[in-house]
């Protein structure tokens, strides 16, 4: 465990702003905020730097630069929360946001004092140098390799496009109960997409990663630009041959790591506490039962060192944690915020997640995981006479309430006699989350994090998630495609 304000000798980040805001700053602003009968106050200070490379047939396209800076102040009474937020931190603007969001409640007094202590943190995401500290020279060389790699795989490659992206945020929340919690979180992202041509047919292929890391990331083997570049290569000209996907109900095996995606979307909404305490989620009062094969157990994972989706504290000021929603299938938890862990007697579990100082907290996922099971992978697509085998997802529609979606795939294969065959084009999944988990007969050992570059939007708000499941066999998923099963 290490101070939230980290060791130098280990994080190489340059003061910010945020450097000037003490405990005596912070309680006088709580004491504004909670002036008029708030029950909680929060503060959410944000510094944040980013950059942006553009490639584009063989050159830099764009670059962008971009710094944030700004305060959000939440207060709550009840389960009604007042908000405001500033750009400028002077005082004189701080204490306006602090009134303003205090104005929420109305019954005036004189709130106790807040004695603030600076909270101890793990540190998932130990980065001894972040990205943004090298040359823009480094991050466009990452670039050209991504380029050649994919124009080099194959001469049917026609059009290749890639983007690096980095940053890191210095956050300090401070929260009424006393926490004054400080972290410096940061991010790379690297993606490319190269589409492949033969005889006026096109077809494309995406690659990439995300993670809490240094530039470091980009050396180790699986995720250098050549693996991206020939990845995305691959899948364009595998495409380039695929069929038409079969349609009607089939067995369905989920590739281990990026079918996660599935699971976020059509089960993890659900589990956000919000949903059931408002009682619009397919598990409101579905505690303790079951809602998913005995082979099923989910988590909501922050702790994974460098994952996309970790955090060593949430936006509330609560320590990131591995925290189980669904064990040999029971329902067993939620993910809670404060707000929703005040309205079901329990406590936060480090999901009160925002965008950015502009918008309050509720709650989300970090990295939402189904953990392996025991059955060999092989053994799994061989117990399929004939079925879909998805192994990428491009993206789905999910109706909360119902748990009812449909996915897109981009790569995906016939099963045929237990051996997967010709891969496949224009193939969705169309089911419900909750029937996909109890229909779960198989599950694989071979559990994998997909390192893609997985951003999760709720309410408006965007924030960086991280996904993972082994292989999984599904008895039944309808399959939409352009002829019969």
């Known amino acids: ?59 830099v396209r764009t670059v962008g630069r971009a710094i944030v800076l700004g305060l959000g102040v939440r207060v709550v009474r009840g389960v009604a929360s007042g908000y405001a937020y500033t750009e400028e931190l002077s005082e004189s603007r701080m204490m306006d946001a602090a009134r303003t969001a205090g104005q929420i409640a109305s019954h005036g007094g004189s709130p106790a004092p807040v004695a603030l202590a600076k909270k ?36 049917r490659i026609v059009r290749v496009e890639a983007g690096f992206a980095e940053g890191w945020s210095d956050v300090l929340v401070v929260s009424s109960d006393g926490t004054m919690a400080r972290d410096r979180q940061p991010m790379v992202r690297l993606g490319v997409s190269a589409m492949a041509e033969e005889k006026g047919k096109r077809q494309s292929g995406r690659s990439g990663t995300a993670k809490r890391r240094g530039l470091d ?27 038409e996907a079969p349609a009607g109900p089939m067995e369905v095996v989920l590739a281990a790591g990026e079918s996660g995606i599935l699971l976020h979307e059509a089960v993890g909404h659900g589990l956000e506490a919000d949903f059931n305490r408002k009682k619009t989620s397919n598990y409101s009062g579905q505690m303790g039962k079951q809602v998913a094969s005995s082979l099923c157990t989910v ?11 970790s955090i060593n504290v949430d936006d509330e000021g609560t320590s990131g944690g591995r925290n189980t929603l669904i064990e040999k299938g029971i ?18 579990t480090g999901n009160g997640r925002r965008e950015s100082f502009r918008q309050p907290p509720m709650p989300r996922m970090t990295n939402t995981l189904l953990l392996a099971g025991n059955d060999d992978p092989q053994d799994i697509i061989g117990s399929v006479a004939r079925g879909v085998y998805a192994k990428r997802f ?7 309430s119902n748990g009812d ?37 198989m599950v694989g050992h071979d559990f994998l994090l997909s390192d893609g570059t997985w951003t999760c939007g709720k309410d408006g708000q965007s924030v960086p998630v991280g996904i993972g499941t082994p292989t999984v066999k599904i008895a039944q998923i309808t399959v939409g495609g352009t002829k019969a099963a």
């Open 1 to 59: 465990m290490k101070d939230e304000l980290h060791s130098d000798a280990v994080f190489l980040f340059p003061a910010t702003p945020l450097d000037a805001i003490d405990a005596r700053v912070a309680e006088r602003l709580l004491s504004v905020a909670l002036a008029s009968g708030g029950e909680h106050a929060d503060l959410y200070f944000e510094y944040r730097s980013s950059s942006d490379f553009a490639f584009e047939e063989g050159r």
């Open 120 to 155: 101890v943190l793990p540190s998932f995401y130990p980065v001894h140098e972040i990205s943004l500290s090298r040359s823009g020279e480094e991050k466009v060389a990452l670039l050209r390799r991504v380029d050649a790699a994919a124009r080099a795989y194959d001469s």
């Open 217 to 243: 990331l980009f050396a180790e083997p699986g995720s250098t630009p050549e693996d991206h570049g020939r990845e995305a290569a691959r899948l364009a000209v595998a495409m380039l041959h695929a069929q």
């Open 299 to 309: 988590v909501d994972d922050a702790t994974i060192a460098g994952a996309r989706g």
């Open 331 to 348: 329902l067993v938890g939620y993910m809670q915020d404060r707000i929703s862990a005040r309205h079901f007697g329990t406590k936060p």
């Open 394 to 400: 491009s993206g789905g529609q999910v109706n909360i």
């Open 405 to 441: 979606f449909v996915f897109s795939l981009t790569e995906s294969y016939l099963i045929e006699d237990g051996k997967l065959t010709a891969p496949l084009r224009g193939v969705n999944l169309i089911g419900n989350g909750p029937e996909v988990l109890r229909n779960v007969t």
